[in-house]
């Protein structure tokens, strides 16, 4: 079975600071997706970024990005220029090629501050 | 890009009676959807895998006769709590597997009195 380790429960940053959200997994598949999403405060779950595992090359999506590390089963995100409106809980997933059910994390809550 | 409606986005009942969220799919069809139930600062718990057409699969844990799943159409999941009591109390959110990744309703939190 596959897990997702997110070893930070909470953290902040001051705005227009840059933040590293770690993520672990644990699999013995070789083709998977993964997942950075965010829930703020209105419990909206909204999709951050994707990387396929299959990709060597790191996803962004503007100032999101990954450090996928594919040996180490590790799959950062750093958000650059934190916004205030960051603040949220970010949730890291794991989602087998062929399946279709995705593994959270636990979750780490950021506070962005002013 | 792709929408999920989920309704209704809160709702007070009375201890022993049923509440209806549904989940739709609006610009794309969802053959699968997932219902999910969420505690306060807390990561998001897999109830349930809808299934259009044929019976939902539960996770272990979940009991099925009290969180009826149904899923008529390509674009409609249902939950159903049945015989609601406050230890059900908490936040159900659904969501379906679109051509990116998955995409998340806004959520139902639910009180029972």
């Known amino acids: 079975a596959q897990t997702v380790t997110q070893s930070q429960p909470e953290m902040s940053v001051q705005e227009a600071e840059t933040v590293t959200l770690s993520c672990t997994y644990d699999?013995?598949?070789?083709?998977?997706?993964l997942f950075w999403y965010k829930q703020p405060p209105s419990r909206q779950m909204i999709l951050v970024i994707r990387?396929?595992?299959?990709?060597?090359q790191n996803a962004t999506e503007n100032r999101f990005s990954v450090n996928f590390q594919k040996a180490a089963k590790s799959f950062s995100l750093k958000i650059s220029d934190s916004q205030l409106g960051d603040t949220a809980m970010y949730f890291c997933?794991?989602?087998?090629?062929?399946?279709?059910?995705?593994?959270f994390g636990a979750g780490t809550i950021l506070r962005v501050k002013s | 890009g792709a929408v999920v409606s989920q309704h209704p986005s809160w709702v007070i009942c009375k201890s022993g009676t049923s509440v209806k969220i549904e989940c739709r799919s609006l610009?794309?069809?969802?053959?699968?959807m997932f219902w999910y139930r969420q505690f306060p600062k807390q990561s998001l718990m897999l109830m349930a895998t809808?299934?259009?057409?044929?019976?939902?699969?539960?996770e272990q844990g979940v009991e099925k006769d009290k969180f009826l799943i149904n899923h008529a159409s390509l674009t409609l999941s249902t939950l159903t709590v049945t015989s609601a009591h406050p230890e059900d109390s908490s936040f159900y959110i659904c969501?379906?597997?679109?051509?990116?990744?998955?995409?998340f309703g806004s959520g139902t939190r639910l009180t029972v009195v």
């Open positions: 997933a794991f989602m087998k090629l062929s399946g279709n059910k995705l593994v």
């Open positions: 809808s299934n259009e057409g044929s019976k939902a699969t539960y």
């Open positions: 990387q396929e595992a299959y990709k060597q």
């Open positions: 699999t013995s598949e070789n083709n998977y997706y």
């Open positions: 610009d794309f069809q969802a053959t699968t």
């Open positions: 969501s379906a597997r679109d051509s990116y990744g998955y995409t």
